[in-house]
């Protein structure tokens, strides 16, 4: 399979993210699958920070580690990203008269790279046209590298400028200069891009945040309160940025305390609401998601990893926090948590959060990452369709004749099947209940007894063991063993990698690679991550030569949990906690002496 | 459908009050069951939100709609059920501590915000359920648990406190007046935004120093008084010199306010609440962003 690989980098405000966001569109309208990956540091300007794009015919979503094209904004990009070139790469910088140390000539000597220097800021001065018109030229000049008509991006920059013909008309002449100076010189320096196809045109370009708040509004949530927490806030600034069209109340609260709280309020009257934050915020949340797990409140969490602890590295990704979400909150209480790995996860996993939450009436937190969260995935249409959705709302009563047959002690009736009562709103014409953070009775009034704590306690641990008997088993994914077809994953498997998270995406593009198609690998992928399903994985351990965890955290939480569960400990850990999520490459490198042994 | 008026048994729980002889939460709960009654407000019709704290201890000791949350967090969880469905009165309640030190940011917010929502501030000046800390309210000086030699931080004037977040609606009552309460809790329950209800209490058992005697011989009703209650400026002069008498009732109401969600741009003009809203939503229209 071609991949090409070309890394953008600059100063943050410099116009990184524009370039790779106009090269992105272009390429994915072109006929290409493009998986975009932002990197940058937590400062406003001047922080180090890139946008790397990887385009293939075929379906990635991943990185690699090394690009074919590195376009660096400032001269920090020479000396930081040289490296990151492959053999016979291109370097394209515009800094004038850059001297390379004798290491990094050495460097380029030695790998055939190629060196362009656009002089960028002579050609604007030429043109009289303002520096932020370098990012239309850069674009071109990377344009004609990869062999692209003009007129594609012409398109592009019609579509943005198309209403100020004066801007427009200087977009146009710098696109021409830049192809102009790509036939000038370096008419030799080509990238190859592999042969276009249609099926990616009309496909979306999608951010797991965007694809997320996409399944927010489609779950018909319709109150979202934040705090800004990056890698959260990108979800809270998009469904602000919805409300025309959503006219979902969108709400900066003045803490993760308050947005926790007014989402448990708002979720208490009947209407569906969610928050989102990181590690940090969550903390000051797990009160609150203890309070559900007593008054029996439904609520939705969004927790966007990053590493930690502390304010640990706040724009980078991680998957340090499963078992937090697992256990935050003091005492006992049914809880359930979830993870999104990619944009269709993002999106269609968060109807499935509300419904869990409405139907057994408790907190759900969904994970996701900031390699999730921040990064760009192509992906048809029809993925965000409606119809995959259904909504549940469980055992809520509102209608007249449901109303009408209640008592206060319906609310929280221990008798009643694992454990999920009737819950009904303020404003119903019914009798009146108190939602209780104290030890309640049926109709949350105190009661400190033995025998009402004892009873009530297993009221709501049953909903565990209903939700253990819910949740969908983890999925089996293998690739295709020649004439044998799938059925092998049935009979023995040499390696079973068992992951959650980011960690499917780049496991999927690896079973793709011929170097680890000669062992039967299958991949064991948890969605659904507590209560946590170990039947598939007990049975899987039956048939397994060697059984790996793969996880971007220390200590591998997952498999803590899975040994905690069911007493299953792996052959080999694969872990990876330096902020950054797996790229193609190093998984791979760190997967191929396993195949020997 | 015509529903019968209610009536003061309305309200009235099996559950028998626990406080200590003479705690002006007695007072608070009668005020509260009458003002939603002379509302004509039925019990399915209200919500009332409790902090934690010998107040919360009313939460199943009346009926109506009620959440009985965490320490501290009262405004913030009423806030939010508030901006779901604004059909239904919010009230919620909260003891001196809870609103003055573990969640007094909510109390900055929310006033700001000016949700539409009732804050009924049980001010007996110490914290009562933990058996009797200083509070940010409790005189410099005084005695308390935890501060044996007697608290020596400056106490909070709340009253201050509150008129320089800009209210829209500023009252204060005594627990010893029921009359008064009630009158007060209505006018707070009928105006658009965020009202502030400060209710001096008495804790016989731990407050020794603002007890039901020495506040019955120093407060007096404004409203008696001719007090402009849309005058900004004298209401929190009033309010806050409580140095030889303490004016009580409502002190301050802003009759241009407007509510939190009347302000949201996107709001505006739509019809329905946000409870009745939840349903199954094709998002098709928003994909051309993505093409």
């Not at chain 1, 990151?84 to 004798?102: M, N």
């Not at chain 1, 220097?117 to 520096?131: G, I, M, N, R």
């Not at chain 1, 921040?374 to 549940?392: A, C, G, N, R, V």
């Not at chain 2, 009332?48 to 965490?70: A, P």
């Amino acid at each position: 399979m071609t991949r090409i690989s070309l890394k953008i980098v600059g100063a943050q405000g410099q116009g990184v993210n524009s370039v790779g966001e106009m090269c992105a569109k272009g390429l994915k309208r072109s006929g290409y699958c493009v998986f975009g990956l932002r990197e940058y540091m937590s400062v406003i300007k001047n922080g180090h920070s890139s946008y790397q794009l990887d385009i293939s015919d075929k379906i990635i979503r991943s990185s690699q580690e090394k690009s074919d094209l590195v376009v660096c904004f400032n001269h920090h990009g020479i000396e930081n990203n040289l490296c990151d070139l492959k053999e016979g790469g291109i370097l394209l910088h515009q800094t004038p008269q850059w001297k390379f140390k004798e290491e990094d000539q050495k460097f380029i000597d030695e790998n055939g790279i190629s060196v362009l220097y656009l002089p960028t800021e002579d050609v604007l001065k030429k043109l009289q046209a303002k520096p932020v018109l370098g990012n239309v030229l850069i674009t071109s000049v990377v344009w004609s590298l990869l062999g692209r008509s003009a007129d594609e991006l012409k398109e592009l920059v019609r579509e943005q400028f198309g209403h100020k013909p004066d801007l427009l008309e200087l977009n146009f002449i710098c696109i021409e200069e830049g192809t102009k100076f790509k036939n000038e010189n370096a008419s030799d320096v080509q990238l190859a891009l592999p042969d276009s196809k249609d099926e990616w045109k009309d496909q979306l370009l999608i951010t797991g945040s965007q694809a997320m708040g996409l399944g927010i509004i489609a779950a018909g949530c319709r109150a979202f309160f934040g705090y800004p927490m990056t890698p959260a806030s990108p979800l809270l600034t998009f469904l602000a940025d919805q409300q025309g069209t959503s006219k979902m109340l969108v709400k900066q609260a003045e803490d993760e305390i308050t947005a926790a709280q007014m989402m448990v309020g708002a979720m208490h009257m009947g209407t569906r609401a969610a928050t989102a934050t990181s590690g940090g915020g969550y903390d000051l949340m797990t009160e609150t998601i203890s309070l559900c797990g007593m008054s029996e409140t439904p609520a939705v969490f969004v927790l966007a990893q990053r590493s930690g602890s502390g304010t640990g590295l706040p724009t980078w990704s991680g998957q340090g926090d499963l078992l937090m979400a697992a256990s935050a909150g003091h005492g006992e209480f049914p809880r359930l948590v979830m993870s999104v790995s990619n944009e269709r996860d993002s999106f269609r996993l968060m109807m499935d959060a509300f419904n869990y939450a409405e139907e057994f009436q408790i907190p759900v937190t969904v994970l996701t990452e900031k390699h999730i969260a921040e990064s760009l995935f192509t992906m048809p249409q029809h993925t965000f369709d409606s119809k995959y959705l259904t909504l549940e709302r469980g055992r809520l009563i509102t209608d007249k004749e449901g109303l009408d047959t209640l008592k206060s002690g319906d609310r929280y009736d221990p008798d009643l099947s694992y454990g999920i009562s009737w819950r009904w709103l303020p404003g119903s014409y019914a009798p009146t209940y108190c939602a209780q953070s104290y030890e309640h009775t049926a109709d949350g009034s105190f009661d400190e007894s033995s025998q009402n704590a004892q009873a009530q306690m297993e009221k709501r641990m049953k909903k565990i063991e209903a939700l253990r008997a819910r949740v969908p088993e983890p999925r089996l994914e293998g690739t295709t063993d020649g004439a044998k077809g799938m059925d092998w994953m049935e009979e023995s498997i040499d390696i079973l990698l068992v992951s959650w998270g980011s960690n499917e995406s780049v496991i999927q593009d690896l079973q793709c690679d011929s170097d680890l198609c000669k062992k039967r690998i299958a991949y064991l992928h948890y969605q659904y991550l507590w209560p946590l399903c170990i039947e598939e994985i007990q049975k899987l351990r039956g048939i397994t030569k060697k059984m790996v965890l793969v996880e971007c955290n220390a200590q591998g939480q997952l498999g803590m949990l899975i040994k905690q569960e069911c007493g299953l400990e792996f052959d080999e850990k694969i872990l990876k906690y330096d902020g950054r999520a797996f790229n193609y490459d190093e998984l791979k490198r760190r997967l191929l002496p396993l195949l020997e042994s | 459908m015509t529903q019968p008026s209610p009536c003061s048994g309305d309200y009235d729980s099996k559950n028998l009050c626990t406080w200590c002889d003479g705690c002006g939460d007695y007072g608070v709960l009668g005020a509260t069951k009458r003002a939603l009654v002379e509302l004509g407000l039925e019990p399915h019709q209200v919500l009332l939100c409790f902090d934690v704290g010998c107040h919360g201890n009313m939460s199943d000791k009346l009926l109506g709609y009620r959440f009985h949350g965490l320490h501290g967090r009262v405004i913030s969880l009423a806030s939010g059920a508030a901006l779901a469905n604004p059909d239904v009165p919010i009230l919620a309640f909260g003891g001196d501590g809870a609103c003055f030190s573990e969640g007094v940011g909510h109390l900055v917010h929310a006033i700001r915000s000016n949700y539409n929502m009732t804050f009924v501030l049980h001010n007996n000046a110490n914290y009562g359920l933990t058996t009797g800390q200083a509070s940010s309210l409790t005189p410099k000086g005084e005695k308390m648990n935890t501060a044996p030699q007697g608290s020596v931080e400056d106490t909070l004037n709340s009253m201050d406190f509150v008129f320089s977040l800009k209210p829209t609606f500023v009252a204060r009552t005594f627990s010893g007046d029921i009359r008064q309460m009630t009158d007060v809790f209505k006018a707070a329950v009928n105006h658009r935004g965020f009202s502030y209800v400060d209710v001096l209490q008495a804790c016989p058992t731990y407050n020794k120093f603002a007890s039901h005697e020495y506040l019955l011989e120093r407060v007096y009703d404004v409203q008696k008084e001719e007090h402009d209650i849309s005058n900004f400026e004298k209401a929190r002069a009033l309010a806050v010199d409580t140095s030889e008498r303490i004016a009580t009732g409502v002190l301050y109401k802003n009759n241009e306010s407007v509510p939190y969600i009347d302000r949201v741009e996107a709001r505006k003009g739509v019809k329905t609440r946000l409870v009745d809203e939840v349903a199954s939503v094709d998002i098709t229209p928003l994909l051309k962003n993505f093409k």
